[in-house]
């Protein structure tokens, strides 16, 4: 660990660290970590601050956490990725014994773009605010898709339209099985 400085914190002494060495992985601040609670085999968050009390050996990690889907939506919704993680304002301190890796965390645009998903990628297209459980942007804003104006799950298979270039369930469109075929939406065809 790199000591970044001493201070005095609620009247005790503070050493805080640059970074972390643990079970040999680096963990810097700002990483998307991976985290072991009792409740859940893998939780996420981003680590903010590695520090110990002078007098203590073991040093703390404190994490902005991300939620899952099921964490903040009662019911589950078809358009919620199973890769899906929404950013928090919740901070908490933990032992740096609970971390156990690192992940990625991309935005929804970058996460779309992928041809192929590595393990322990993510995307976030939302924050979740805890006080007043609430997301931003709100469901309104999300990115929709096909004639059915469902809202876009990257998961999922979609035909794009050659001309406008915008996508929809092949099921909608009537399409299935033919999702590899050159295709104009109906929209497009018309306006031709």
């Known amino acids: 660990m790199v000591s970044v400085v001493a201070k005095k914190s609620s009247g005790q002494v503070v050493i ?3 970074s972390l060495r643990y079970h040999d ?3 810097n601040i700002g990483d998307i970590v ?3 609670e009792h409740y859940d085999d893998t939780s996420f968050g981003t680590l903010v601050r590695v520090w110990r009390k002078k007098d203590k050996t073991d040093p703390m990690a404190r994490i902005r956490w991300f939620y899952k889907p099921a964490d903040v939506f009662p019911e589950k919704f078809g358009f919620l990725s199973q890769f899906e993680l ?3 304002d919740h901070e908490q301190d933990i032992s740096v014994m609970s971390l156990y890796g690192k992940a990625t965390v991309l ?7 992928l041809d192929e998903v590595d393990e322990d990628v993510y995307f976030s297209r939302a924050k979740y605010f805890v006080n007043d459980n609430s997301i931003r942007p709100p469901l309104e804003e999300w990115q929709r898709v096909c004639v059915c104006n469902e809202i876009l ?6 035909v794009e339209c050659d001309k406008c270039r915008k996508f929809h369930h092949p099921k909608c469109v009537g399409v299935e099985g033919k999702e590899d075929e050159p295709w104009v939406c109906f929209k497009c065809v018309i306006n031709s």
């Open 34 to 36: 991976m985290i072991s």
């Open 86 to 88: 929404f950013d928090s």
């Open 16 to 18: 805080e660290f640059k």
């Open 25 to 27: 992985e680096t963990y």
């Open 107 to 113: 935005s929804f645009e970058e996460y779309h773009a």
């Open 153 to 158: 799950n990257p998961d999922l298979m979609y």
